[in-house]
């Protein structure tokens, strides 16, 4: 176990190591043991999260305020549409601005070719960690509830097969970081990842020539597929969900035109009979109901949907507990 991690920044599971990460995960289990038994936990007294938002949520906002006030600080909402961030404030500035004033500064900013950049500039100039809430790279903490809800669903990561597999959307045109960050951490647990999806959908080559090392490295493996059916068949961990076609347009008519082709691609019964019996599906929500994924799959006996929702609170509060105490 790694006991010092004070001042760390959160923004992609991929700079953290192995042993780090499973400090994370050791810390959220016992944080979601005291608060099931009601012991206090109060880590971060007086201590003050500043969240900067540039893009809209209901479960990491509501994760993020909760599990501040109940390690015993504070979080600060800050939009950025209705704040000086939207015309003047540079990444600088609120990195050496809020970097003085918080003990910590979480940021959601998922627009493509921006996000991320912006989190780093922030956090070059901040002597607080900088906590990714979602950029258009990497979603480091929704993947860290998703690997706590794995090991509690199906008990050691390794050798277990996990699809993460590109569904329709109709709603708009989602970020990119969630399969990102599920095919580089899931492949640093010894899984054997499936990436399925539609030619235009793409990932980054990058972040494929990470995941295919990690797989080597730690005993996995990682396969990319285009066939649904196939993708799904036999798996222990069914993950689909929609993204963008960010690599092959970023224009929205073309988008369109381009997701519209694939609108049989959605998680339903059929699809889910074909994985092992006791499989598990996930999804990060929301999801385009009926679009996306069936009423029959989202609610039924092996969707896990609300255990992951509720471990966003565990592994957030884990993250802030180390970085920020």
Known sequence: ??????????????????EEIDTIMDVAFELKRNR????????????????????????T???????????????QFIDSKTTQVAHGDTAKEIGEILGR???GIAIRHCDW??????????????????????CDLYHPHQILADLQTIIEKKGDPRGKTITVSWAYASSYSKPQSVPNSLILLMTRYGMNVRLVHPPEFKLKTEFLDQAKINAKKHHGSFEIMDDFDAGVSGTDIWYAKSWGPMLTTTDPAEDKRITDQYKNWIADEQRLAKAKPDAIYMHPLPADRNV???DGVLDGPNSVVFDQAENRLHAQKAVMALTMS
Do not use: C
């Open 61 to 75: 906002r509501a994760s993020f305020e909760a599990g501040m006030a109940q390690l015993g600080g504070h979080a």
């Open 36 to 59: 099931a038994l009601g012991l206090p936990h109060a880590h971060l007294r007086d201590k003050v999260l500043a969240m900067l938002f540039f893009f809209s949520s209901t479960r």
């Open 292 to 294: 996306e994924v069936t």
């Open 1 to 18: 176990m790694q006991t010092f991690l004070r001042g760390r920044d959160m923004i992609t599971t991929q700079e953290w190591t192995k």
């Open 113 to 134: 070719g921006v996000g991320n950049q912006y989190m780093r500039w922030v956090a070059e100039a901040s002597r607080t960690p900088v906590l990714n809430m979602q």
């Open 101 to 103: 004033y918080n003990d």
